[in-house]
């Protein structure tokens, strides 16, 4: 770990290359940064930003809407365990209890940095759990507009970055970031991201598919501070090339419930129904 006395863009940070050459600038004043390196610094200060949770959970409602605007509800759970070393991703599960047919219907998630995410879906009305493929991460999950890929933690050092400028929404100015997935086998060509540049937090990501024809785009809304943690309350999630949508509209928050890795192994899924 770096010295506490460096700018807080640098705290709780391995040096990588980019990280090196953020140093530098950092060192030498009157170097100019890259665009890069600007969009990694960014991306670092949105992330950096609300660590040290440790754990939460959290229910929500998902609302599917198809093309004519037909909608059906489901409820579900999402406990995360926070991982600190940053060259490590974050572990979820997410657990639906409604409506009666999906009840008990689990996703496991082991985030990966390089290598494909870890995951497993248990389907109750089989007993059975099975393992994710890495082919099939870029699939729906569950009927929704969001992906296996989207359930899982959005890592720093999953992405390369480049700033692209920046933009007033609404009032509020948002710096335009570009990530592209440094990983093999993404269902996405490269993300554009829009980050508030009062709270730092994303705003907004358009998704492009592997031909990068815009497939999605993500809007957050309804941000909550809880004691320096920012977390938003609403994920809207439209499919441009079908029609189709799907919302996340999330409780209150609840950190620091005492969850341990004990509670992300593979085993648990069994006995969660």
């Not at 979820?92 to 995951?119: C, E, W, Y």
């Not at 729906?140 to 992906?147: L, N, T």
């Not at 929404?169 to 335009?176: A, T």
């Given at each position: ?40 610094e ?10 040290g ?12 809407r ?10 579900l759970k ?36 390089l ?21 099939n ?18 890592e720093?050092?999953?992405y390369?970055y ?18 592209v997935?440094?990983y ?35 809007r ?8 320096g ?19 996340l ?9 005492g ?15």
């Amino acid at each position: 770990m770096l010295q506490h006395s460096l700018p807080p863009l640098l705290k709780r940070f391995t040096p990588t290359i980019t990280a090196l050459a953020i140093l530098s600038a950092v060192a030498a004043p009157g170097l100019a940064q890259t665009a890069e390196e600007k969009g990694f610094e960014i991306a670092a200060r949105s992330d950096r930003s609300d660590r040290g949770f440790s754990d939460s959970v959290v229910e929500l409602k998902m609302v599917l809407r198809n093309a004519a605007g037909q909608e059906t509800e489901r409820t579900l759970k999402i406990s995360t365990f926070e991982i600190p070393d940053e060259n490590l991703g974050d572990k979820s599960l997410v657990v639906f209890d409604s409506p009666k047919d999906i009840d008990g219907t689990a996703l496991l998630s082991h985030a990966k940095i390089l290598d494909p995410d870890d995951q497993w879906l248990y389907l109750p009305a089989l007993k059975r759990v099975k393992r994710i493929s890495s082919a099939n991460k870029s699939g729906p999950f569950v009927g929704s507009e969001f992906a296996f890929e989207d359930f899982t933690a959005i890592e720093l050092n999953k992405y390369d970055y480049k700033w692209l400028g920046e933009e007033d929404v609404d009032g509020v100015m948002m710096d335009i970031v570009e990530r592209v997935p440094r990983y093999e086998k993404s269902g996405y060509a490269r993300q554009v991201a829009w980050v508030d540049q009062d709270i730092f937090q994303i705003r907004k990501v358009d998704f492009y598919d592997r031909r990068n024809d815009l497939l999605k785009t993500l809007r957050l809304e309804e941000y909550r501070d809880y004691d320096g943690i920012w977390r938003s309350h609403k994920f809207l999630m439209i499919n441009h090339k079908t029609g189709k949508s799907t919302d996340l509209i999330y409780d209150d928050y609840r950190f620091k419930t005492g969850l341990d890795d004990k509670d992300f192994v593979k085993g648990v899924l069994k006995r969660i129904s």
